[in-house]
Each structure stands twice: as structure tokens, then as C-alpha cells.
Nanobody
Framework: QVQLVQSGGGSVQAGGSLRLSCAASMHTDGSSAMAWFHQAPGKEREFVAA????????RYADSVKGRFSISRDNAKNTIYLEMNSLKPEDTAVYYC????????????????WGPGTQVTVSS
């Protein structure tokens, strides 16, 4: 089974930038989508961004449009989340996820999850 290994994250001041990476332990076939979600303490896991297998289709939560960018490198089995103009409300644990087929905004649609990485934005 595919495993997802996350890297990046950390602490930054408001207005700063961070980059998250998520590498799959093995090549997955072309018909798969990957996404980023985040979960703040006491809140449900929320959709952040998703990308189709070929990188052509990307989807973003309204709260991150224009600030975050998702991309993927299939040669490296890796997706990235570039986070700019970070705000304190972006503070959360960030998870990457994988699913077969098309992108989705719903966490239950994703089959495989990374372990999560903390992002903390101070004001």
C-alpha cells in the first residue's frame, strides 16, 4: 500500500511563507488525485487544495486562493503546497492525502493519509 511521507512546516510570522512536501512511497497509476487538508485544535479537518494526476486541475478553498499554490511532480511521486502571505488563522496540522480518480473536497473520499505536519503562524 502507498504510504505518504510529509516534510516541511514549522513556525513563521504572519506574512511569511512555508513549503510543504508530500512524497508517495511508490509510484501510483495515473488516475489519482492528491490534496492537502488542515485541522486546527477543536475543529474538523478542512479542505485546503487538491490537484489532479496530471496537474492540470487544481482546486482551492476560498480562504487560501491567491495565497497558496499546489503542484505535483509525478517523476518524484511528490506534491507540494507553497504557502505565502500566511495568517494566524492558517495555524493547523496539515495533512496530505491520496485517492483514486478525480479530485474531491471531502476528506472521507481520500483513502490514504500522511501523518500530518504542524504549521504555526504568529501575529
Amino acid at each position: 500500500q502507498v504510504q505518504l511521507v510529509q516534510s516541511g512546516g514549522g513556525s513563521v510570522q504572519a506574512g511569511g511563507s512555508l513549503r510543504l512536501s508530500c512524497a508517495a512511497s511508490m509510484h501510483t497509476d495515473g488516475s489519482s488525485a492528491m490534496a492537502w487538508f488542515h485541522q486546527a485544535p477543536g475543529k474538523e479537518r478542512e479542505f485546503v487544495a487538491a490537484i489532479s494526476w496530471n496537474g492540470i486541475i487544481t482546486r482551492y478553498a476560498d480562504s487560501v486562493k491567491g495565497r497558496f499554490s499546489i503542484s505535483r511532480d509525478n517523476a518524484k511521486n511528490t506534491i507540494y503546497l507553497e504557502m505565502n502571505s500566511l495568517k494566524p488563522e492558517d495555524t493547523a496540522v496539515y495533512y496530505c492525502a491520496w485517492k483514486p480518480g478525480l479530485t474531491s473536497l471531502a476528506p472521507p473520499d481520500y483513502d490514504i493519509w500522511g501523518p500530518g505536519t504542524q504549521v504555526t503562524v504568529s501575529s
